[in-house]
């Protein structure tokens, strides 16, 4: 576990951690999340945050614009250094960081962006398979603008995922791709979930997406946990249609907005 | 101007219907904001023009080759003077002291941005000299140069170097510091050595800076090379027109002319290839 300690606090206060390693509470946590304060200038952004994430856990958060939930998620990321604040943040040795854009390096090719920071001798090898797992076989020498928009957020999937992480923060992946490509990634992601099981943080604004991908939703709101929804398999899948449009509204009056029939 | 030819870009497009040919082709007019396509050997369009109009304005006695010699008689010059091996002679010491102050100016300012591009101790100490010889002309300096390192090839060598070092530094310098910093983000979320960060960051990300940088040092060496060629030389092509300056031959002042322009055109066209390849990952309105 690694603690990224808040820049306010002057040392860092250690998770209370048992002898076998694992959190006090008794449940193994992959992030844990206590009293989480940011603020940009007199603002405050973040007022108090406490989150858990299990391993394996999918959590989405949503939340309105500019109620921190890039915040939150880059604090995760340990990518917050001048940004002001307190708490604790524990997260598990591997991290992996998608954005909303692919952010791949124009002057490396795909593959050499998938495998960029690897030290590993099988690196390459490793990279040409995580390609093949989001259906990219055959492109590894291609220039990333030489790649639609989908395309290259698949290349960031796979550099991602290449990394075998124990968590995957993802900051609106899908925001700047047509409703199409949205709904295949979905599909993609939930796969490769299930395939390489890591915990799961995703930041988006999008209701459906958020009850499709995650098994648990948290609400932000004026920097703090809102609420906190569970949804089932039956619920995700829409094969409970009702609870599915239930859960819909539920949140959007979370949201703060006023629901609207589907 | 044009950059060389494009060699890497076929003609014809490979897997076009060969019947689509036949069939009618009815399109609306868009209107095309950039250059177009690339065309092979267009760089030579605009010298080719400039000595066309050279030679017209000779041969129908416009121009007096007392004041401009003919194109053929710097053509007959050049014969010569390959000939008993002058040209070659001094051409080759000529491309050497601009070759060594290329180098060494090329080394200089690209280590002296990446200092200061990369640490604020670097930018604090680097920078702020870097302006004010920036703001000194080449040629004030060379009196002092010659005090310090009598008239030899250090001293033509050194002034090259100066005058080298600053684009290359200027430029590479914006290029490194212009490097988006999402991307620095990115690096550190993969967790990549400050070394390995230079390596696939920093440096390709600096690259288009550099070579913007190394164009306008090219061109510098040999400008500053005919500054120090005409004060104190006994060889190269500027030794060799000061020469004829006091026997009054406008023939090889005008070859002298004609084979620093080449030289330069050549170099610049050199630097352009170079940089097509290196940067083949950019899309850019150059094609």
Not at chain 1, 60 to 68: E, F, I, K
Not at chain 2, 117 to 135: F, N
Request: aromatic residues 4%.
């Amino acid at each position: 576990m690694a603690t990224h300690p808040g820049g306010l606090t002057a040392a860092a206060r250690p998770a209370v951690v048992n002898p076998d390693g694992k959190p006090a509470s008794g449940d193994v946590t992959a992030v844990s999340v206590r009293d989480l304060i940011r603020s940009f200038g007199p603002k405050g952004v973040l007022n108090g945050v406490d989150l858990d994430i299990a391993p394996g856990e999918f959590v989405a958060l949503l939340g309105p614009s500019g109620c921190g939930k890039s915040t939150l998620l880059r604090a995760l990321a340990g990518l917050d250094h001048d940004v002001r604040g307190s708490g604790v943040i524990s997260v598990p040795e591997r991290v992996s960081v998608v954005f909303q854009d692919s952010r791949l390096l124009p002057w490396d090719t795909v593959l050499g962006n998938v495998t960029l920071g690897l030290q590993e001798h099988d690196a390459e090898a490793r990279a040409r398979k995580a390609l093949a797992e989001v259906g990219l076989a055959g492109r590894e020498k291609s220039w990333p603008h030489e790649l639609s928009g989908g395309e290259q957020q698949r290349v960031a999937l796979a550099r991602s995922l290449v990394r075998e992480p124990q968590l995957l923060l993802a900051d609106e992946p899908f925001g700047a791709l047509d409703a199409l490509t949205r709904i295949k990634m979905h599909g993609l992601l939930r796969d490769l979930v299930a395939a390489h099981r890591p915990a799961v943080l995703l930041v988006t604004h999008d209701v459906d997406e958020a009850i499709a991908l995650a098994d648990r939703i948290v609400v932000l709101d004026g920097g703090r946990v809102a609420t906190i929804r569970t949804v089932s398999p039956e619920v995700g899948t829409a094969a409970d249609a009702a609870g599915h449009e239930n859960l819909r509204r539920e949140l959007l009056t979370d949201l703060g907005v006023a629901a609207v029939s589907h | 101007m044009s950059a060389a030819p494009v060699l890497d870009r076929p003609a014809v497009e490979p897997h076009l219907d060969p019947t689509l040919a036949t069939r009618e082709d009815i399109r609306p007019a868009g209107r095309r904001l950039g250059p177009g396509r690339r065309r092979r050997l267009a760089w030579l369009l605009g010298p080719g023009a400039l000595l066309a109009l050279w030679t017209i304005s000779s041969a129908t006695g416009l121009l007096d080759p007392r004041i401009l010699s003919e194109p053929w008689t710097v053509v007959a010059t050049a014969g010569e003077l390959l000939a008993d091996g002058r040209l070659q002679e001094n051409l080759a010491i000529s491309a050497q002291r601009a070759g060594l102050g290329l180098f060494f100016g090329i080394v200089v300012g690209a280590l002296l941005a990446l200092l200061s591009g990369l640490s604020r101790v670097g930018e604090a100490l680097i920078d702020g000299p870097v302006q004010i010889k920036r703001a000194i002309p080449g040629l004030a300096l060379i009196p002092l140069l010659i005090l310090w390192f009598g008239i030899d090839e250090t001293m033509k060598v050194l002034t090259i170097t100066l005058g080298v070092f600053v684009p290359i530094y200027l430029q590479t310098h914006a290029g490194l510091r212009g490097i988006d910093l999402r991307y620095v983000e990115l690096a550190q979320t993969v967790g990549l050595s400050r070394a390995a960060f230079i390596r696939k960051v920093v440096l390709p990300g600096a690259l288009p800076g550099f070579f913007l940088g190394l164009r306008f040092a090219v061109t510098g060496a040999w400008v500053s090379l005919v500054v120090v060629e005409q004060i104190n030389a006994t060889s190269g092509i500027g030794y060799m027109m000061e020469l004829a300056r006091t026997y009054g031959q406008t023939n090889i002042i005008v070859l002298g002319l004609a084979v620093y322009g080449i030289l330069g055109l050549v170099s610049d066209g050199a630097v352009r290839l170079i940089e097509r390849k290196a940067l083949s990952w950019q899309r850019t309105l150059a094609g």
